[in-house]
């Protein structure tokens, strides 16, 4: 299994703001994934990043809004821009080490005001 | 469509006592289906993974099955705690040409009352 630390563990932020969340792996891997997580809803799959390329953002999303970096195999970080209140969500990093095999963080709490 | 539903949406039951959380599935093609636990606050946590030719899993008090032929998948918890207060998650993976996605359920909220 893969340990997963992210930070911060919550923020209030105000409209208009960023806030960078950074995600770390204790082990190397491939794909690490970025989810939203609005009140009451399930996960839904933010973009996909991997080392060395761009992340791959899934319909609805894109990257002004949810910058993505990846500078190695144990790292990542997600940058919610210009926020506003319906940015309010937890953000969880995930990995698949190996593919199929999905772990997450603890996730990230951010209220927009 | 790729689809996972779950049911019921709630569910409340006393400390002690059993409950089924149910999962209804149209993914195609399946690679494998989990149940996760998410306490409030905290990241989804796997309970168990399935793949098509297993029927049944367990983890301790928690026993998950599978019917690939229905497509549905249940999770039974026994002897239930106030701990196993949390949201449960059935996911279902799709394993495309070169790649896999992750189908989540909406989740079952469950309080255990003392």
């Known amino acids: 299994s893969a340990v997963i630390s992210q930070k911060p563990s919550r923020d209030i932020c105000q409209r208009g703001t960023s806030l960078t969340i950074q995600c770390q792996v204790d082990s190397q891997v491939t794909m690490m994934f970025w989810y939203r997580q609005q009140p009451g809803q399930s996960l839904t799959l933010i973009a996909t990043a991997n080392q060395g390329s761009e992340a791959t953002y899934e319909s609805g999303f894109v990257i002004d809004k949810f910058p993505i970096s990846r500078p190695n195999l144990t790292f990542s970080t997600l940058t919610v821009s210009n926020m506003s209140p319906e940015d309010s969500s937890i953000y969880l990093c995930?990995?698949?080490?190996?593919?199929?095999?999905?772990?997450f963080g603890p996730g990230t709490r951010l209220t927009v005001t | 469509k790729n689809q996972v539903e779950q049911s019921p949406q709630s569910l409340i039951i006393l400390e002690g006592k059993n409950c089924t959380l149910q999962c209804n599935y149209t993914v195609s093609p399946f690679s494998n289906l989990r149940w996760y636990k998410q306490d409030t606050g905290r990241g989804p946590v796997s309970l168990t993974i399935?793949?098509?030719?297993?029927n049944t899993k367990s983890n301790g008090r928690y026993t998950a099955t599978l019917d690939a032929d229905t497509k549905q998948s249940s999770l039974h918890i026994t002897a239930s705690q106030l701990s196993d207060s949390a949201s449960y998650i059935c996911v279902v993976s799709v394993v495309g040409d070169s790649s896999y996605k992750l189908i989540f359920g909406s989740g079952t909220r469950l309080l255990v009352r003392p």
């Open positions: 995930s990995v698949g080490s190996p593919p199929e095999e999905q772990y």
């Open positions: 399935m793949t098509f030719s297993e």
